[in-house]
């Protein structure tokens, strides 16, 4: 047997949401700890190696965590399972014992169903499933068919499965219509005791890209944003009609198909995607071979359509026949689908149940991903109110559309509503949930201004020039989490640290007993989490400030579930070395024991020391910290902000941050060059420390209370 243990994914048909089910399997035990690794015994020819690539495959390694490559991955062809069904047989399991080792488990992916009958390709998937000793996961389409259909197609797949010697652990149905009751989850169940999961249809899991219904048209894009051929056609029209005719047929998210010496219909299509009010369409195929020419030719390119064109030299109707046949898959840059698949797969399968029959368990390590799976449940339990500044960028938006799929928080965008749900629509993207506001809305400004200028005019701020502040995003922003319109804020993809913050240290302002503000950044290592700080705002802090940035540093820990074991570090440990710097660690020590006496800390004390047990034993052998600690505080800006780059790019750590903290209010400032993930990430942060300010708010409230009672 392999040392790594496996499951095989099969289904007796086509399209049957197969690879969405492998991809919430996949993260559901990336989850847990383990080192996920994909195989797909059979592939295509046209998708091998040196001919081309298989998309589902890709998504789902790129979703894993182990070290297998495609080519890994990779078993044999359907040509050689039918020439030499012996031989390749094989071959597949011994490319399964060589990949083994590699993964802690093993997701297995049965075939597509692409040129041989339904009976003989799940015969084969059922003697892959038993040679290599995986259990079965089957999954049903339940799409188009009744109940009693569906049970029958999951019975037939069973009795093949036992047939040739491979054990199902569950089912899955899935593309299921209607409600979906307690009872009809008994008419489904094919045998008493086999346990079942129903997951209902999302048509838009199948929906075909642009990019897919150009390589289906055999098109070339010729104006347009190439970025936007990732965005999914929700619908394909035929613009056989008058340009009046066909404005009252399209929707947001349309393909339309029209000859390409249709030329009035091109450029009043092009022209209504600059009218907010118009839908705004996915994609555009001009047929017939025909290219704007001559004046045509320069007027569209001079309308710099974001939209894009493609050329294809079929006719109209073969055309609307290869892009109405074109079903879309989920592929790793199929952002928008992965998250509705996951949150799908998440809402309907019980997880602990399944990795109980697949018999896995957690290996107790807290890896990167699981630490950032564990931020968005968290942030999930109770929704709180962001508000994001910065609505004209394109990563800004992807982040909200992650964020409002996955159910992390609730989100406030600033800019112009019309603008931001046109270009959120160009994307692909789907931020209805999102709430828009205008940082010029009269209302808005006019109460966030009396507050400003309030709170401000001991400085001699007046009215109208508040009025004028408060409009910048970055006061905006600020003024409604200060006024309670918001429970956190995060920016700065688009600008400064200073920018950013500035606004939240004349109006937050900082926590009781808190005189600095700092940032720190969560680094997640192979198997465990640490928190740094401060890496971001005080450049050479006293040993006051060291002693703020601990003890928030240590708060911040306990928010994410961090046991604070602080280390105050030095270039000395214990009492080894003098100087003004040691000193000033001694000291800010000396101060976090006296007001926080509650935490274990220890200072000045060496990085070494700090993590690793055998110095700690030799150096401080009585020490609590020493050798285990979690909360690394840095003497100075410059030693903690090039540590952490140190660390992050040595040893391949995950650095979330930076975390700011010490305000009344979370205010989260991205870098300029944050990514989509990264803005998830600090969206997920910012909402949990907004949960905590609540929960703080409500709990020094009933002290309050308690204490009027006992008077």
């Known amino acids: 047997m392999p040392s790594a243990r496996s499951l095989m994914i099969i289904s007796p048909e086509g399209h049957s949401g197969k690879a969405t089910t492998a991809l919430g399997v996949i993260d559901l035990l990336v989850r847990q700890g383990l080192k996920v690794g994909v195989y797909r015994p059979v592939f295509r020819e046209s998708e091998s190696l040196a001919g081309g690539h298989d998309e589902t495959l890709e998504m789902l390694l790129e979703h894993a965590n182990s070290p297998l490559t495609y080519e890994d991955a990779c078993g044999v062809t359907y040509e050689e399972i039918h020439e030499k069904p012996d031989e390749a047989m094989a071959k597949i399991v011994a490319k399964y014992h060589e990949i083994a080792a590699k993964a802690d488990v093993l997701v297995v992916l049965g075939t597509d169903y692409t040129d041989v009958s339904s009976s003989t390709e799940l015969a084969i998937n059922c003697r892959i499933a038993a040679n290599i000793g995986a259990p079965v996961l089957l999954v049903v389409s339940g799409l188009g068919r009744n109940d009693e259909a569906a049970n029958a197609t999951a019975s037939m797949a069973l009795t093949e499965l036992k047939k040739n010697h491979a054990v199902a652990i569950g089912a899955v149905y899935t593309r299921l219509e209607g409600l979906i009751t307690k009872e009809r989850k008994e008419r489904l169940c094919p045998e008493p005791d086999l346990p079942i999961w129903t997951v209902p249809e999302e048509g838009f899991l199948g929906v075909p890209t642009v990019g897919q219904l150009k390589d289906a048209v055999n098109g070339q894009q010729f104006l347009g944003d190439p970025a936007l051929l990732t965005r999914e056609a929700s619908d394909v029209v035929v613009g056989a009609m008058s340009l009046r005719h066909l404005l009252d047929r399209i929707a947001d998210g349309d393909v339309v198909i029209t000859a390409g010496d249709r030329t009035e219909v091109l450029i009043g299509l092009l022209s209504a995607q600059k009218t907010p009010e118009f839908p705004t369409l996915a994609g555009i195929i001009l047929t017939g071979g025909y290219r704007p020419k001559g004046n045509v030719n320069r007027l569209v390119k001079a309308m710099s359509p974001n939209v894009p064109v493609i050329l294809t030299d079929m006719d109209t109707y073969p055309a609307a026949r290869a892009a109405s046949r074109c079903r879309g898959r989920i592929s790793a840059s199929s952002a928008r689908k992965i998250d509705l698949a996951l949150q799908l797969f998440e809402n309907n399968v019980d997880g602990k149940d399944l990795l109980d029959r697949i018999a896995v368990k957690s290996t107790g390590v807290v890896t990167p991903v699981m630490f950032e799976y564990s931020l968005m449940e968290q942030a999930g339990k109770q929704k709180e109110r962001i508000v994001l500044p910065e609505g004209s960028d394109d990563r800004i938006l992807r982040a909200a559309s992650t964020v409002l799929a996955r159910g992390i928080a609730k989100l406030i965008i600033l800019g112009d509503e019309g603008k931001i749900r046109q270009r959120a629509a160009e994307l692909g993207l789907d931020i209805s949930g999102a709430k828009i506001i205008s940082p010029h809305d009269p209302e808005y400004v006019e109460k966030y201004a009396k507050v400003y200028t309030k709170l401000r005019e001991k400085k001699g701020m007046t009215l109208e020039r508040a009025r004028e502040i408060v409009q910048d995003v970055s006061y905006f922003g600020t003024m409604m989490v200060y006024c309670g319109d918001a429970d956190g804020m995060v920016s700065g993809a688009a600008h400064t ?190 909402a949990i420390q907004a949960q905590a300010e609540k929960a703080e708010g409500n709990k020094t409230a009933k002290s309050s209370d308690n204490a009027q009672g006992e008077k």
């Open 497 to 686: 640290t200073a920018h950013t913050i500035r606004p939240s240290f004349e109006t937050i302002k900082t926590k009781p007993g808190i005189s600095s503000v700092s940032g720190v950044f969560l680094m997640c290592l192979e198997d465990q989490v640490l928190v740094y700080g401060d890496c971001a705002v005080i450049p050479d802090p006293t040993a006051e400030q060291l002693a703020d940035i601990a003890i928030s540093s240590a708060a911040t820990a306990q928010q994410f579930g961090i046991e604070p074991r602080i280390a105050m570090l030095s270039y000395s440990t214990g009492d080894s070395g003098t100087g003004a710097d040691v000193d000033k660690v001694r000291e800010a020590t000396a101060l976090v024991r006296e007001r926080r006496p509650d935490l274990e800390v220890e200072g000045p004390i060496q990085y070494d020391a700090a993590v690793d047990a055998a110095v700690a034993a030799s150096k401080l052998p009585n020490s609590k910290v020493a050798g285990k600690a979690t909360v690394f505080v840095f003497p100075d800006l410059n030693t903690g902000n090039n540590t952490y780059k140190a660390v992050q790019r040595s040893s391949g750590a995950v650095a979330i941050g930076p975390v700011l903290q010490g305000l009344n209010q979370p205010v989260n400032d991205l870098s300029r060059g944050a990514l989509v993930e990264d803005i998830v990430n600090t969206i997920a942060i910012t």
